[in-house]
């Protein structure tokens, strides 16, 4: 299925070397999984789309504005760890090159 010469091809464009023990070698290796995906390609499948795993569904609730009251932001910025007047007070996280 794949030659030495189209073996050699591969390996010049990935910049490997390769002895002439591992050509042979990877020769029958290639020959074996290609075997293999061709024994896939007879393979019949017929499925819907719902049955596919991973389906596509669109899964999200609609946007709801929520007033909340001071009491219940005031509680909020108790519960953190840090505060600057109504702000939650966080780390700078920038990185500099």
Do not use: C
């Not at 390769?18 to 499948?45: H, M, N, R, T």
């Not at 702000?87 to 700078?92: E, S």
């Amino acid at each position: 299925m794949i030659t030495v010469k189209e073996l050699e091809h591969l390996a010049k464009l990935a910049r490997i070397e390769l002895s002439s023990a591992d050509k042979e070698s990877l020769v029958k290796e290639f020959d074996s999984i290609l075997g293999y995906v061709d024994q896939l390609k007879k393979v019949e499948v017929s499925m819907k789309a719902e049955d596919r795993v991973g389906a596509v569904k669109n899964i999200m609730r609609p946007d709801v504005v929520v007033n909340t009251s001071d009491e219940d932001r005031e509680r909020l910025l108790k519960e953190a760890p840090d505060r600057e007047g109504d702000f939650i007070a966080v780390k700078k996280m920038i990185a500099q090159d």
